[in-house]
């Protein structure tokens, strides 16, 4: 369980996930956890994620704090929406349609996966009034590289539904976050998976309080869980920094993909 | 192969101050994280020396079974505290489990310090439609934690 954590961590802090999907199936299908306990220690893996891989992502000014703080109002309140609703909806109906958008949304980045960095991005009203162009370190070429954010009003929508999607479902919905600025703000790679990543904890930790509160959260469980994720994260950031915006791309259309036939898999009732 | 320049050239603030204040959001987590994770590993070592979990679903033979338990009827669904009164209560018994859960409620409480500390930082540099920004999602956030599990639509 420790190990597994140690490279659900890991991979979760490259592409800006929170591992919910990738802890989740390990406990319940492996370990023969509970659906629920599982769902619960997911919820505080995403926190430990998050909260691990942005000590070092914001200290190396990858992570865009403007952009996370402008989106977050979007994830939070989607996230309560989401927890709202939970009751009534059909969650296999759910992962079918995600799983479904998830798989289309890999043919955009497939086409640009050699794409190091965005190119002719203009800001727009937006992005110019609250300065969310910025600027990053690159460690492989020790250069530093400006650039602009689009389409911020999209993202923010995109956003809401992400948030939607982990109060509903007890996940981090990192792989949409990342979608939306890779996709909407065209933001370069590594800055949108280390955004998602800083943005992450915070919508984890929306829906956390309720799942906490319910007894979802078994420190049996989630104490190895907890340690082995934060350890994964620490690893995971120190391959981010060094590793190219195209290496990330590929590792995030891999995960991506099983994330997306494994959402499609719970849809049918393939898998619990 | 360069991106095109900024057009608004004129920075929020300047690339020292907005350095410094990156540092101190990463050393808020930081500190965050390794508080949480000590009192996670006293727990699991006090867990180990004591080998009880201090509830009463233990690790003796008869009741080994029940740490995987999960009950849907009870609130909480397994047999390990679950509020911040009954969390405290554990601790103050030196229960193995309350010590743990206690690391995993600091461990929630670091994106909302996180949080808190960026509303500070805003707050410093006088910019105005981030602190709106960031005062909305701390409001939000605690909306979250004390109002909606109160409602009874999300007890389920």
Redesign the interface.
Same mark, same amino acid.
């Given at each position: 369980m420790f190990l597994t954590s140690i490279g659900a961590g890991a991979i979760g802090a490259i592409v800006g996930i929170g591992g919910g999907l990738l802890v989740t199936p390990v406990l319940t299908l492996i370990f &023969?956890?509970?659906i629920?306990?599982a769902i619960g220690a997911s919820i =505080?893996a995403i926190?430990?994620t998050?909260?691990?891989g942005?000590?070092?992502y914001?200290?190396d000014?990858i992570t865009n704090?403007?952009v996370g703080?402008?989106l977050? =109002?979007a994830t939070? $309140?989607g996230? =309560?929406t989401g927890?709202?609703v939970?009751?009534y909806v059909n969650s296999a109906l759910l992962f079918g349609f995600f799983g479904a958008i998830l798989l289309f949304s890999v043919f955009p980045l497939l086409r640009k996966r050699n794409q190091? $960095? /965005?190119? &002719?991005?203009? %800001?727009d009203s937006i992005a110019?009034? $609250?300065?969310l162009?910025?600027?990053y370190p690159e460690l492989t070429t020790k250069e530093e =590289? /400006?650039?602009?954010v689009q389409g911020s009003l999209l993202a923010l929508v995109i956003m809401y539904g992400a948030g939607i999607l982990s109060g509903l479902l007890g996940i981090g919905a990192g792989a949409f976050k990342v979608l939306g600025m890779e996709n909407a703000m065209r933001l370069p790679m590594k800055v949108s998976t280390t955004t998602s990543n800083f943005m992450i904890?915070?919508t984890?930790?929306?829906?956390? &309080?309720?799942y906490?509160?319910?007894?979802?959260? %078994? /420190?049996?469980?989630?104490?190895p869980v907890? $340690?082995g994720i934060?350890g994964g994260a620490v690893i995971g950031t120190r391959i981010l920094v060094k590793a190219r915006n195209s290496t990330v791309r590929t590792v995030f259309i891999i995960v991506l993909l099983a994330i997306a036939f494994e959402m499609i898999a719970r849809a049918f009732g393939l898998m619990t | 192969m360069k991106d095109p320049i900024p057009e608004n050239d004129k920075k929020p603030y300047d690339e020292k101050r907005y350095a410094l204040m990156q540092s101190v959001l990463s050393r808020t987590l930081l500190y965050g994280v390794l508080l949480s994770t000590s009192i996670i590993v006293i727990g699991l070592v006090y867990m180990a020396a004591t080998y009880s979990t201090g509830y009463a679903c233990d690790f003796t033979e008869a009741s080994l079974s029940c740490l995987l338990n999960y009950n849907p009827n009870v609130i909480p669904h397994g047999d390990y505290p679950n509020t911040l009164i009954s969390i405290a209560s554990g601790v103050v018994q030196l229960k193995p489990f309350a010590i743990i859960q206690l690391g995993v409620m600091v461990l929630l409480a670091t994106p909302v310090f996180r949080v808190f500390a960026s509303l500070v930082l805003f707050a410093i540099e006088k910019d105005k439609p981030f602190i709106l920004i960031t005062l909305l999602v701390l409001l939000i956030l605690l909306f979250s934690f004390f109002v909606v599990p109160e409602i009874p639509l999300f007890k389920a």
């Amino acid at each position: 369980m420790f190990l597994t954590s140690i490279g659900a961590g890991a991979i979760g802090a490259i592409v800006g996930i929170g591992g919910g999907l990738l802890v989740t199936p390990v406990l319940t299908l492996i370990f &023969g956890v509970d659906i629920h306990l599982a769902i619960g220690a997911s919820i =505080i893996a995403i926190i430990a994620t998050s909260s691990g891989g942005a000590i070092a992502y914001i200290k190396d000014r990858i992570t865009n704090i403007r952009v996370g703080m402008y989106l977050e =109002i979007a994830t939070t $309140l989607g996230a =309560i929406t989401g927890a709202a609703v939970a009751a009534y909806v059909n969650s296999a109906l759910l992962f079918g349609f995600f799983g479904a958008i998830l798989l289309f949304s890999v043919f955009p980045l497939l086409r640009k996966r050699n794409q190091e $960095l /965005p190119q &002719g991005v203009v %800001n727009d009203s937006i992005a110019n009034r $609250l300065h969310l162009n910025s600027s990053y370190p690159e460690l492989t070429t020790k250069e530093e =590289i /400006p650039y602009n954010v689009q389409g911020s009003l999209l993202a923010l929508v995109i956003m809401y539904g992400a948030g939607i999607l982990s109060g509903l479902l007890g996940i981090g919905a990192g792989a949409f976050k990342v979608l939306g600025m890779e996709n909407a703000m065209r933001l370069p790679m590594k800055v949108s998976t280390t955004t998602s990543n800083f943005m992450i904890g915070v919508t984890a930790a929306a829906s956390a &309080g309720i799942y906490f509160v319910r007894g979802d959260v %078994n /420190p049996f469980i989630v104490a190895p869980v907890v $340690l082995g994720i934060l350890g994964g994260a620490v690893i995971g950031t120190r391959i981010l920094v060094k590793a190219r915006n195209s290496t990330v791309r590929t590792v995030f259309i891999i995960v991506l993909l099983a994330i997306a036939f494994e959402m499609i898999a719970r849809a049918f009732g393939l898998m619990t | 192969m360069k991106d095109p320049i900024p057009e608004n050239d004129k920075k929020p603030y300047d690339e020292k101050r907005y350095a410094l204040m990156q540092s101190v959001l990463s050393r808020t987590l930081l500190y965050g994280v390794l508080l949480s994770t000590s009192i996670i590993v006293i727990g699991l070592v006090y867990m180990a020396a004591t080998y009880s979990t201090g509830y009463a679903c233990d690790f003796t033979e008869a009741s080994l079974s029940c740490l995987l338990n999960y009950n849907p009827n009870v609130i909480p669904h397994g047999d390990y505290p679950n509020t911040l009164i009954s969390i405290a209560s554990g601790v103050v018994q030196l229960k193995p489990f309350a010590i743990i859960q206690l690391g995993v409620m600091v461990l929630l409480a670091t994106p909302v310090f996180r949080v808190f500390a960026s509303l500070v930082l805003f707050a410093i540099e006088k910019d105005k439609p981030f602190i709106l920004i960031t005062l909305l999602v701390l409001l939000i956030l605690l909306f979250s934690f004390f109002v909606v599990p109160e409602i009874p639509l999300f007890k389920a």
